[in-house]
């Protein structure tokens, strides 16, 4: 190990949609955790590591947070509160578009009241904000929020002030070892990521209550030194659904099993042959059997 070696565990946390898996794909360069315009696209902790010469930063994304109250649910603030526990920083993302001041206040508070490390207020969505918005948004947030330590405007999808919000981090991070050789740039295997791969595509073609109703599961999956094949089962909770997600003749699962063999492919730079199966499980989100087949328990 390289003395000086400094290393932290960096949870990010905040509302559904605030752009919490969009920085951490930048923050550690990688098309890693899944993204779309619905709320609640984020089910698991997922880690993502930065790496530099002297310098390991270990991302925990997780899911949005929000009170509801079946059993995925309390999965989901399962794996927020594991991923606060395991931190020694935090960047809380505040959409400042939708900054909706009263339910951060209220997340923002639980997780300051509770975290013994630094906090660090992360406004995103800085490309898309007027000036007129964004200053008397960034002059609200010191008195609201006293608890924090750094308050800092960003866009993730853009990238302005990255590079600042990695000095912020940088400056806070204790000396440590190096968890994970440089090669390494998360701990989730294909098996995982390929049926989180399925659920994007699922979630960019679906409305209303669809892409909450679903569960992806890999069953099946052989991987050589060239290739992936994999059986994926996807879960519904009604058999109109099922029609939905199949599509007209097929259309809309065709497309998904195209648009995630070829982002699997650049992911893991390898062919990927995937074969979908629709399956419908009336009120599968409270069935354990079925919240350990997704990975959701
Ligand atoms: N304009 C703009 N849009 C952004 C930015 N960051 C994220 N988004 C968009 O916001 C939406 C949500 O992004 P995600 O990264 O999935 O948000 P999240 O916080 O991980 O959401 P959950 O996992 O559902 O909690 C997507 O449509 C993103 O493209 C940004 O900096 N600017
Ligand atoms: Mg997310």
Redesign the pocket.
């Known amino acids: 190990m390289i003395s000086d070696f400094r290393s932290a565990w960096v949870a990010i946390v905040?509302?559904?949609?605030?752009?919490?898996?969009?920085?951490?794909?930048q923050l550690i360069g990688k098309d890693l955790?899944?993204?779309?315009?619905?709320?609640?696209?984020?089910?698991n902790q997922i880690l993502g590591i930065r790496h530099t010469e002297t310098c390991q930063l270990l991302f925990l994304?997780?899911?949005?947070f929000y009170q509801g109250k079946m059993k995925i649910d309390a999965f989901f603030r399962q794996e927020i509160d594991r991923s606060l526990s395991e931190a020694d920083m935090i960047l809380y993302?505040l959409?400042g578009?939708r900054p909706s001041l009263e339910k951060n206040k209220a997340f923002l508070d639980i997780v300051c009241a509770n975290a013994k490390v630094p906090v660090v207020l992360v406004v995103?969505?800085?490309?898309?904000l007027r000036d007129h918005h964004l200053i008397p948004l960034l002059s609200q947030l010191p008195e609201l929020f006293p608890q924090v330590k750094e308050i800092i405007p960003?866009?993730?999808?853009?990238r302005?002030n990255l590079d600042k919000l990695t000095e912020i981090m940088e400056a806070l991070v204790p000396e440590g070892p190096q968890f994970y050789p440089e090669e390494q740039f998360t701990d989730r295997g294909p098996q995982f990521l390929l049926a989180e791969f399925v659920r994007e595509g699922l979630f960019r073609k679906t409305e209303e209550e669809v892409p909450f109703s679903i569960g992806v599961s890999v069953t099946e999956l052989v991987e050589t030194e060239t290739k992936i094949v994999a059986g994926v089962t996807i879960f519904v909770e009604k058999e109109g659904q099922k029609g939905i997600v199949i599509g007209e003749d097929g259309e809309l699962l065709n497309w998904v099993r195209k648009h995630t063999s070829m982002r699997a492919r650049r992911f893991f730079n390898k062919k990927v042959e995937l074969s979908l199966w629709v399956k419908v499980k009336p009120g599968w989100r409270q069935n354990d059997g079925v919240l350990k087949q997704v990975g959701l328990k």
Request: proline fraction near 7%.
């Open positions: 905040g509302l559904p949609n605030a752009g919490k898996s969009t920085l951490l794909n955790a899944i993204i779309s315009s619905k709320p609640q696209t984020t089910r994304d997780t899911p949005g993302i959409d578009k995103n969505k800085l490309d898309i960003v866009s993730a999808k853009s302005r």
